[in-house]
């Protein structure tokens, strides 16, 4: 079983609208991040959430983290090509030594 | 990727070889995080690692599979008699210390045919 479940698995969407991607767990984590992965490369880190209720905004994407720091969701805006990608979250627990990772959200933005 | 190395890209073994896996991470790091990633998933943590010490390896399969971090050279992640579900990609990260954030390498991806 996953510690942290993404949804949606996958998301096709139009180019211009907007979408949510939701990481839910009943654990708490003392920090989520997110990370965007492209075929055939490494994930890379998009942004780091600490606080619960905290908001992130970075360009068109938004990122929350849950009050009780259980759950987070990352916003696109006005979505591009350029957006797409497996979307992941991953989250650190208070041992601090192990990042457990969602299984993705595959976006594809279509022009 | 921020200057985590891996090699090699790719890697191809038949069945029953020996696969070895490496990871420079970003240069001062001195912590190693092993994943492995089958197609359309998630990455699954296996092994957690410092310079000479093994700190966490509860996601490592009991056998075949071994880990180190010397004090000088890269991290091997190192699969012995490799069998066709070892195929994946193998990524390794490398996180600034007391950091949550993770690095990534590119990754190497082994076939086993």
């Known amino acids: 079983t996953q510690l942290l479940e993404q949804s949606p698995q996958f998301l096709s969407i139009q180019e211009g609208e907007n979408l949510t991607v939701y990481c839910n767990s009943s654990s708490v984590f003392s920090s989520l991040q997110w990370y965007r992965q492209e075929p055939g490369e490494g994930p890379v880190l998009l942004v780091t959430?600490?606080?619960?209720?905290e908001v992130k905004k970075l360009k068109r994407l938004t990122f929350q983290f849950g009050d009780a720091r259980k759950d987070s969701s990352l916003h696109i805006t006005a979505a591009q090509p350029g957006d797409t990608g497996l979307y992941l979250c991953?989250?650190?627990?208070?041992?601090?030594?192990?990042?457990?990772f969602g299984s993705g959200t595959k976006l594809n933005v279509k022009p | 990727n921020a200057g985590v190395m891996q090699n090699p890209r790719h890697l191809v073994r038949r069945r029953g070889q020996e696969a070895r896996l490496r990871c420079s991470p970003m240069?001062?790091?001195?912590?190693v995080y092993w994943y492995r990633q089958l197609p359309e998933e998630g990455l699954k943590f296996m092994v957690y690692l410092q310079k000479e010490n093994i700190i966490d390896e509860s996601g490592m399969p009991k056998e075949r599979f071994s880990a180190e971090f010397p004090k000088e050279g890269p991290s091997i992640l190192r699969i012995q008699q490799v069998v066709r579900g070892d195929s994946a990609a193998y990524f390794c990260a490398s996180p600034p210390d007391s950091s949550y954030e993770q690095y990534f390498g590119p990754g190497t991806r082994l076939t086993v045919t």
């Open positions: 991953a989250g650190v627990r208070n041992n601090f030594n192990k990042f457990y």
């Open positions: 959430v600490v606080t619960g209720g």
């Open positions: 240069k001062g790091h001195s912590h």
